[in-house]
């Protein structure tokens, strides 16, 4: 009988979903694996989707209403979906023979009673009080908090991508420091890991990579770039992702664009900024590390696991339009700065924020919970 593992997420999308569906693939390439995307089994049910609309806007109505709250979001975080969801998955994998279990994310609990689970998220919702009063004061209801606490519970190891969620893991829900594993994350964008274009950091260009404009902070940085260029008038600033009506001399607003056609825009940078208000992990950082860039950002969420101050970048406060200013233009004005910060960060991309490396420190885990002790085959490389 062949070796299986059951692999679920929420969907497809995000990219970094199918990524690790293939790292953890890689690691067991002995096994077989059966995915399952957690909104395709809720859509095959009209009656759940229905019930759940009503559990939705009887939980938060006023809060969606207020616009403090959106319903896609809100939706999947009622103890109504979360038990059916687990049904579901229950249902699905009880049908199988399974080595393990493997989640995305801790919005639901696909675990089920006799079989390892793991669990792999760049969050915890109780995390979100550290980043503002507002985001303190804009919890989901107590009941599916309690639910999110038995993910942790029935997981075998928690694996996370910062070492705020693993604080948070262990003081804000009870988890033992040894039941999680710090294992990070890696680029989802397919990037050049040399330095192509602009090699010498000459030209004074700022990237901003993000969707949405305001939570990254992108209103602040258009201010600091006023302020940046006063000093340095050839500055650019290109914007990737989002598309703000600007009318900034200097500044390229290009919208989206596909993950395969980032490299140009990364090579034809010098300085990295995105100053964020709210960031689980910010995964365009890693791109831009591999990349050697050095960055300018906030010291917010996980970000300042992979940005050290005065080695790669600078960190600043939230909301500090002249810090923003001033470290951009202390990198601008100094190239070979810029290209040291830019080796570091592309070091530690090497070091500890490659798929490899993540797909390594699954596998290390894993083994240890199923008490094996002869690894599979290691992943060479990942396919998306």
């Not at 969606?64 to 229950?90: C, S």
Request: glycine share 6%; hydrophobic share 40%; proline share 6%.
């Amino acid at each position: 009988m062949s070796k299986r593992i059951a692999f679920i997420r929420p969907k497809a999308w995000p990219l970094a979903n199918r990524i690790v569906e293939g790292v953890i693939q890689g690691q067991f390439s002995d096994h077989e694996m059966d995915v399952f995307d957690i909104s395709n089994l809720v859509r095959k049910r009209p009656d759940i989707i229905l019930a759940n609309c009503i559990a939705t806007f009887l939980l938060y109505g006023k809060d969606i209403l207020q616009g403090k709250k959106k319903f896609r979001l809100a939706f999947w975080r009622t103890p109504f979906i979360f038990h059916w969801t687990r049904r579901l998955v229950q249902k699905k994998i009880a049908a199988g023979n399974y080595s393990f279990s493997f989640q995305m994310q801790s919005l639901f609990d696909a675990s089920t009673p006799g079989i390892p689970h793991f669990v792999y998220t760049d969050h915890t919702h109780l995390e979100n009080r550290h980043y503002s009063p507002a985001a303190a004061g804009n919890l989901y209801s107590p009941g599916w908090i309690a639910l999110e606490k038995e993910i942790y519970q029935n997981a075998a190891r928690i694996f996370v991508r910062s070492s705020n969620v693993r604080h948070s893991l262990i003081d804000e829900y009870g988890c033992r420091a040894e039941k999680t594993a710090l294992v990070y994350a890696g680029s989802n964008a397919s990037l050049s890991p040399t330095k192509t274009m602009n090699i010498d950091y000459a030209q004074p260009n700022i990237l901003f990579v993000g969707l949405d404009w305001k939570r990254k902070g992108g209103p602040d940085l258009v201010e600091a770039f006023k302020i940046v260029r006063a000093e340095c008038p050839k500055a650019k600033l290109t914007i990737i992702g989002a598309e703000p009506e600007l009318h900034l001399e200097n500044c390229q607003v290009v919208g989206k664009v596909p993950p395969e056609n980032l490299d140009r825009y990364y090579q034809e940078a010098s300085v990295f900024c995105l100053p964020t208000y709210l960031e689980p992990f910010g995964i365009v950082f890693i791109e831009a590390m591999t990349t050697h860039l050095p960055i300018v950002a906030t010291r917010v969420g996980a970000i300042p696991d992979f940005v050290e101050e005065g080695k790669n970048g600078f960190l600043v406060g939230p909301g500090d339009i002249q810090g923003i200013a001033s470290a951009l233009v202390r990198l601008l004005q100094d190239p070979p700065l810029c290209r040291t910060f830019g080796e570091y960060s592309y070091q530690l991309t090497q070091d500890r924020y490659s798929w490899i490396s993540v797909g390594r420190k699954f596998q290390e885990n894993i083994l240890e919970v199923l008490g094996e002790t002869h690894p599979a085959k290691p992943m060479e490389s990942t396919k998306v």
